[in-house]
């Protein structure tokens, strides 16, 4: 026994498989794979060429026989098949080949999910390798991932913006109170600036680029340093049908994202009117907590707490959250048994 207790068999796996991004935590090692979901296969062929970071930059550039895509729309699956291919490929990585034993796995999923769209996950995750699969929701997941006492009966509040959807829950031991989940997040602010491209300097940019733009100048609260935000973009102009340059600034940018903002906004507010009394005070009195890469938009933490009226702290490394709660529960299985929102055994 004292053997089997020190080198554990298989290698554990806590895992965030995001709209955006997939991070692989191994139990004992910390996270060992941080990619974006994103997959290029070859049409013709049907096989994966390249995974993640070496697939994104394909994105928008590849030839005709190749396509770069994304398996994951709003947290969930949405093409089961290359969702199933990629995380067997993110989990053979991350296990380097060298456990003999199928892992243990518990992964992150949204909380207003489907019945199906849960199934979805856990076959996906066990036709991928796993042996036994615990679905833990993934508000719960970042708040233990961002040192929230989701253990106490306190009330916490967790706001988990990546790039499909937004979750905004309430928790108290160990369980969620309440939450709402709006499909609107990263990948909206992303589209609002394309758009505004479009129709205001008539300029098609590609996904990446709109990305970029958001994360370099864009902000959600007006700060003093807002007209040094300036970028060079270019495009294909829309007009002419040639390439162009287009000098942008902050504000406008700022300005080009209200809609979507405003209703991740909305949603936090409904969820703070339905909150018992009690837990609402705890919330007064700890704050509001932002995960997901989303809460790294720059002044994002300003408006809600100038929005709510409540302090509004960032997570330490809001994009690592889910994972790092999904291995913290690995790691201390039998005190945290009680988050899980789902399992299923092949074994
Ligand atoms: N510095 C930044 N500023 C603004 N947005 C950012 C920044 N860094 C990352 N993002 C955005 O964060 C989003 C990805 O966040 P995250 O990895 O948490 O999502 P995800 O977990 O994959 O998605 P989901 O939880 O919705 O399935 C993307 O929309 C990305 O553009
Ligand atoms: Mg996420």
């Known amino acids: 026994m004292g053997l089997f207790s020190r080198f554990s068999l298989s290698r554990d796996m806590g895992i965030d498989l995001g709209t955006a991004n997939t991070l692989v935590y191994v139990s004992g090692k910390g996270i060992v794979l941080q990619e974006p979901s994103v997959l290029a296969i070859d049409k013709s062929e049907k096989r994966a060429i390249a995974l993640g970071t070496e697939a994104k930059k394909m994105l928008g550039r590849t030839p005709e026989n190749v396509m770069a895509l994304r398996p994951l729309r709003d947290g969930v699956i949405a093409d089961f098949d290359s969702a199933e291919l990629m995380l067997k490929h993110f989990m053979h990585k991350a296990n380097e080949g060298k456990s003999l034993v ?48 989701v253990v106490e009966p306190t009330g916490n ?25 709006v499909r609107i997040a990263g990948d909206e602010l992303t589209d609002s600036i394309s758009q505004y491209m479009k129709k205001v300097h008539n300029l098609l940019i590609g996904e990446r680029t709109a990305e970029e733009i958001k994360i370099r100048i864009g902000s959600a609260y007006p700060t003093r340093d807002d007209d040094q935000a300036v970028m060079e973009v270019r495009g294909l102009h829309l007009l002419s049908g040639l390439p162009r340059t287009v000098i942008l600034k902050g504000p406008e940018i700022r300005e080009s994202m209200s809609e979507p903002l405003s209703v991740i906004i909305e949603a936090v507010k409904r969820t703070l009117e339905r909150t018992p009394p009690e837990l609402a005070a705890d919330i007064i009195d700890r704050g509001i907590m932002l995960a997901g890469g989303g809460a790294l938009l720059k002044g994002l933490d300003t408006l809600i707490s100038h929005e709510t009226g409540i302090v509004t702290h960032v997570a330490g490394d809001p994009l690592s959250c889910v994972v790092l709660g999904t291995g913290r529960v690995l790691e201390n299985f039998q005190q945290l048994e009680r988050v899980f929102s789902g399992r299923s055994r092949t074994t």
């Open 157 to 181: 509040m967790i706001i988990d913006i990546g790039g499909g959807t937004t979750e905004v829950a309430v928790l108290s031991l160990q369980g969620t109170v309440l939450s709402e989940s």
């Open 102 to 149: 199928l892992p243990r796995i518990v992964i992150g999923i949204p909380s207003g999910v489907t019945g199906v769209e849960r199934r979805a996950m856990m076959d996906a995750a066990v036709h991928a390798g796993a042996r036994e699969v615990y679905l833990i929701d993934e508000p719960v997941a970042a708040a233990i991932g961002a040192g929230l006492p």
